[in-house]
């Protein structure tokens, strides 16, 4: 039996049909929402879901020919596909289109290609050619090595601007904890978003100090409970901790204190160098503005579309607010609230659970890999997809701020879908060489 016959037979079929159903439905949902009855057929090219018709034929071509490249050819190339990709970043600032105030597209004849969506699998590449050469990820080097590479396309991104794609990067350091990054590092992040989203909504009243007639601004009050809080662990320590383990404990708790009273009252800056718009939008997730007929718009019909279809929908191309446009980037970054309007409860579980299963399946790809590299790389793969559900769907339901980021293989869009096939086909190339891999 050939090399050749032996990768067709070790392919993983329930991913691959996992994909094409996704990108099935998704286009149908595309179909949906931008729907015209005066251009019914569903490859007319002057309409998106014509225009998908095409990134599809070319996604299909484009993943089975990464499926003839050798897995040692792809990771001989991580860090050059990783370099073009860069100089692309570079390139669109200089001469690239600028759509919704953002300069990040090429124009290729009526379409148009955003090498940021490339920036995810590249950097996927890079980051496992990377790790996997490493014996441990302890060592300081390592650690600046692995965060420049993340963050060199994620700066390039920010400069076009694209906030969203650039967080999706926020992917890659779930990776790095499952290579050994300190989990001290994960929880310092989560308590840095809790303490911004703590700040900002404590910030808009004022609280009195317990047993005192003291009012203090929110963010001071917040500090004060810090402070109270280190007093309680000090305490504990104090009492239940072993003597020569106690300076470095208190340490901590100190730097905590002084580090958590520095960041809250760095927060107001964070937020006041942002763009007007992003500000707008956050204060409107956390419930300190109403805005339904501004930047709250879209988040309010997104809600009420997904709400008015019930337990099964109304049906396919029976979405009231589908039909008649009342929701703005409904094919793109809302097409979630299509779904939930024609198929109901029903039809959204169904899509969460098909991506779960996808992220599942890389996860379980992973675990069974000889190769470290394919192992970083799947797993690379699940968080992207995951980063990718949550925000989107989070944005459609009102549970995360609307920072533009598409659905895979359902928002419109053709960067996005060669992007997330090519991550795809890479990964199923790789898992099928696994029982010959060393490296």
Request: net charge positive; glycine share 10%.
């Amino acid at each position: 039996m050939t090399g050749r016959e032996n990768i067709a037979r070790n392919i993983d079929k329930p991913l691959v049909i996992m994909y094409l159903l996704l990108m099935a439905m998704g286009w149908a949902n595309i179909y949906s929402a931008a729907y015209d009855p005066d251009h019914a057929n569903l490859f007319d090219r002057t309409r998106e879901y014509g225009a998908q018709s095409i990134w599809i034929c070319i996604s299909l071509l484009i993943g089975a020919g990464m499926l003839l490249v050798r897995g040692e050819f792809i990771r001989d190339l991580a860090y050059p596909v990783y370099g073009f990709v860069l100089l692309l970043l570079i390139l669109v600032l200089l001469v690239g289109r600028e759509v919704n105030g953002a300069k990040a597209w090429f124009g290729v004849g009526g379409f148009g290609v955003q090498p940021a969506e490339f920036s995810k699998f590249a950097t996927a590449l890079a980051l496992s050619k990377y790790l996997s050469g490493l014996k441990t990820l302890k060592e300081v080097r390592s650690r600046v090595i692995s965060a420049v590479l993340i963050l060199l396309p994620v700066a390039l991104i920010m400069l076009q601007p694209d906030t969203g794609t650039a967080l999706v990067s926020g992917a890659f350091v779930l990776v790095l904890y499952r290579e050994g990054l300190s989990g001290n590092i994960l929880l310092i992040a989560i308590m840095a978003a809790i303490l911004v989203v703590l700040s900002l909504i404590m910030k808009v009243t004022t609280y009195a100090i317990p047993f005192t007639d003291i009012e203090v601004h929110g963010q001071y009050f917040l500090v004060f409970l810090i402070a109270v809080f280190t007093f309680i662990a000090f305490l504990f320590v104090r009492k239940f901790i072993l003597k020569h383990r106690r300076k470095r404990i208190y340490a901590y708790l100190l730097f905590g204190l002084l580090g958590s009273a520095a960041f809250i009252g760095s927060v107001d800056q964070l937020i006041d160098n942002m763009p007007m718009h992003q500000q707008t939008r956050i204060r409107v997730l956390l419930g300190l503005e109403y805005d339904p007929r501004g930047y709250g718009y879209n988040v309010e019909q997104s809600k009420t579309a997904i709400g008015s279809g019930g337990l099964l929908g109304k049906g396919y191309l029976e979405g009231t607010f589908t039909k008649y446009k009342y929701v703005p980037m409904q094919s793109t970054d809302f097409i979630f609230c299509t779904v939930g309007e024609e198929w109901g409860f029903l039809g959204t579980t169904l899509v969460v659970l098909l991506f779960g299963a996808l992220i599942l399946r890389c996860i379980q790809i992973s675990d069974r890999q000889r190769s470290r590299f394919t192992r970083i790389y799947a797993y690379c793969v699940a968080s992207i997809f995951f980063l990718h559900l949550m925000i989107n769907v989070g944005m459609a339901i009102g549970l995360a701020p609307v920072i533009g980021i598409p659905l895979p293989f359902f928002s419109y869009g053709g960067s996005s879908l060669i992007g997330f096939t090519v991550l795809l086909a890479i990964l199923v190339r790789l898992d099928a060489e696994r029982l010959g891999q060393l490296r």
